[in-house]
């Protein structure tokens, strides 16, 4: 599981393994997938599962081999934001 800590200057880091800290980067669509599914304390399959896209998407993305586009980057973007609303609004529309 990835561990990220807000620093008192707003900037969101990543926790490595060895213990320093890796500036997350927005912008690199990769780091802000993992950012967005740690933040939500949530494996790969779980995160995939709430999203409904299939986890090889999710491994994808975060992986760096594909980024996610239009609708999907949106959505991560409102899970980074407003998680419990953003899941909310998805579990409230499945049959």
Do not use: Y
């Amino acid at each position: 599981m990835m561990r990220v800590r807000l620093k008192a200057d707003g900037r969101i880091v990543e926790i490595m393994p060895d213990g320093h800290e890796r500036t997350i980067d927005h912008d690199d669509p990769a780091a802000f997938v993992r950012h967005v599914r740690a933040r939500c304390g949530l494996t790969q399959a779980a995160f995939a599962a709430k999203i409904e896209v299939p986890i090889e998407t999710v491994r994808n993305w975060e992986q760096g081999k594909r980024s996610p586009r239009g609708p999907a980057r949106a959505l991560l973007k409102l899970i980074d934001s407003a998680p419990d609303a953003a899941f909310a609004a998805l579990a409230g529309r499945r049959r």
